[in-house]
Structure formats: structure tokens, C-alpha cells
């Protein structure tokens, strides 16, 4: 089972407001999911853009993640795409599946 491949993950949530760039907030909760990097230049293609996937995160269906928040995992830090089925996979209310980008 992908359990128990699991680690820890910490997951800022972006806030935007007013003219700023936005500042990040720590999601509260204990969060665990594993991150596998993905081959060559995956993209995202919303609307006109598209954006590089670098990696995608497995976790469970309770784990909170929007558009652009900030995930850490084992140190690394990745942006929130996309996520893929968050009901879970092909209906199996499993797991879902999140798209990754590098955190700039």
C-alpha cells in the first residue's frame, strides 16, 4: 500500500491580500504523503499558460491543498499545481494525487 511509503510533509497555505505578493501560513494538522519526481518537462496547461511539473506528491484524501501553496518535504520545497482526482483515484477514494512545481 502507498501507506507505507509516508513521511511527514508541511504545507504553508498562500494568503493574498491587498497589493502584496501574498505571505505564506502554516496549515495546521499532521500531514504525511511521499514526493516522486517526475521525467522530463511535464506540464500543466491552464487556459493560454503552462506550467512545469517537477514532481508529484501522493497523500492521503484529508490533506488540504490549494493552488500555490508551499509544500515541504525531507527539506525540499515544491509549489502546489494541481490536483489530480481529490475525490481520490479512479474512484477508489484512496489517495489523491498532486502536481508539483520547484517553490521560486
Do not use: W
Amino acid at each position: 500500500m502507498l501507506n507505507n511509503y509516508y513521511s511527514p510533509i508541511i504545507i504553508y497555505k498562500k494568503a493574498v491580500s491587498g497589493y502584496s505578493d501574498g505571505t505564506y501560513t502554516l496549515r495546521s494538522g499532521n500531514y504525511t504523503g511521499f514526493v516522486q519526481p517526475l521525467r522530463g518537462n511535464e506540464q500543466y496547461k491552464s487556459g493560454k499558460g503552462g506550467e512545469d511539473c517537477t514532481a508529484i506528491l501522493y497523500t492521503g484524501l484529508n490533506t488540504v491543498v490549494e493552488y500555490l501553496d508551499k509544500i515541504i518535504y525531507k527539506g525540499q520545497n515544491y509549489i502546489a499545481l494541481y490536483t489530480l482526482q481529490p475525490q481520490g483515484i479512479s474512484g477508489t477514494g484512496h489517495h489523491k494525487e498532486i502536481l508539483l512545481g520547484a517553490f521560486k
